[in-house]
């Protein structure tokens, strides 16, 4: 969020180079919110005088709890990930970090807040490596790779798991 990151630095993440869509994204950052604020607007509007008015819907209505409200909330829960994550739950994995997996912090953010899991093994699509670990952005993803609009969902190796499994509990496979 700092002009210091500007310009994009794409020797760093070449992988984000390939897609043309995810340039123009970032070169135009401002394009999509500001298309949605507008259409949250106008659809506001819309239900207000023709659609449904028995709603009471307004488009500043719309606006401030579709947008406003929401990317605040979006906001403050993704700032909590590597602020709350680093200081409260338990560290499964022995990290050169001080991250932390807290419940609290994955409810809050739909299953980010296993923040020490994901810095053990960062290329997972999975933040919740274990099954009584809830993930629901995870939950979410899986569907999506069923239909093909997303692809090669990493997985966490079995030698990970087995780092982090409690010594008291069954083995992998077993059951």
């Known amino acids: ?3 210091r990151n ?3 630095d794409y020797t760093a993440i ?3 180079a390939k ?3 995810l340039l123009w994204l970032n070169r135009f950052e401002q394009v999509v919110p500001l298309a949605f604020a507008a259409a949250l607007d106008f659809l506001g509007d819309y239900l207000a005088a023709a659609a449904a008015p028995h709603l009471r819907t307004t488009g500043p209505q719309l606006l401030v709890w579709g947008f406003v409200i929401s990317t605040t909330a979006l906001f403050h829960g993704t700032a909590s990930i590597n602020s709350l994550a680093h200081l409260i739950g338990r560290r499964r994995y022995a990290t050169d970090d001080d991250s932390r997996n807290s419940v609290v912090v994955t409810i809050l953010t739909f299953g980010d807040g296993w923040h020490n899991n994901h810095h053990r093994y960062q290329a997972s699509a999975r933040g919740g490596f274990f099954w009584w670990e809830i993930d629901p952005t995870y939950y979410g993803l899986k569907p999506l790779s069923w239909t093909g609009l997303i692809w090669n969902l990493k997985t966490v190796p079995a030698s990970v798991l087995a780092e982090g499994r409690p010594a008291d509990a ?6």
């Open 170 to 175: 069954a083995p992998l496979g077993a059951g």
């Open 6 to 8: 500007k310009p994009t």
């Open 1 to 3: 969020m700092s002009n």
């Open 19 to 21: 897609f043309p869509e």
């Open 14 to 16: 070449p992988d984000l």
